[in-house]
């Protein structure tokens, strides 16, 4: 008997890749063009995107974050009713995949009043211009939606989160 592999596409590098460059292309700077993804901020968004139900019911609790409609597929699935809450405390993923985004030269790091932030480099610009998915053109309108809310702090978010989640 042979094993058929099992693929969880959330861990899958290229997916995580596209998120990420996704995430830093639509939010790296303010309108003043100044940087703002950290990687705590990193990790929330990349966790909101990967769960739009929890993005959703945030715009029931705060009037800072725009309404949208949430896709059919997102709405009632095994996702949204076990989110997996590793994400949102636990950056080494995310860190290992910037580290990655970093050595391609997508990502570049700068720092500002002794804090670390990332930033897309016209290398990553030019690579997530090329790629052409409905995933991440799903992914860039959950951007637009957080957008408005880049400006709150990360603890301010996860206190909106955690409600939602049970924690």
């Not at 596409?9 to 890749?17: A, F, H, I, S």
């Not at 990553?124 to 053109?137: P, R």
């Amino acid at each position: 008997m042979t094993k058929l592999p099992f693929i969880i596409p959330e861990q899958d590098l290229n997916l995580k890749m596209g998120t990420l460059l996704t995430i830093l292309d639509c939010l790296s700077f303010t309108k003043r063009k100044k940087p703002i993804l950290t990687l705590d901020k990193i990790s929330i968004y990349d966790f909101l995107v990967k769960h739009p139900f929890v993005l959703h019911e945030m715009t029931k609790l705060d009037q800072s974050v725009p309404y949208f409609l949430l896709k059919e597929y997102e709405k009632g699935s095994v996702q949204t009713k076990f989110i997996n809450k590793k994400n949102l405390f636990d950056y080494s993923s995310t860190r290992k995949t910037l580290q990655i985004l970093l050595v391609y030269q997508f990502v570049d790091i700068l720092t500002e009043k002794n804090e670390i932030y990332y930033v897309i480099t016209e290398n990553g610009k030019e690579f997530i211009g090329e790629i052409d998915t409905d995933y991440l053109l799903r992914i860039r309108e959950l951007c637009d939606v957080i957008a408005p809310i880049t400006s709150i702090a990360p603890s301010k978010i996860k206190l909106l989160i955690n409600p939602i989640l049970g924690v």
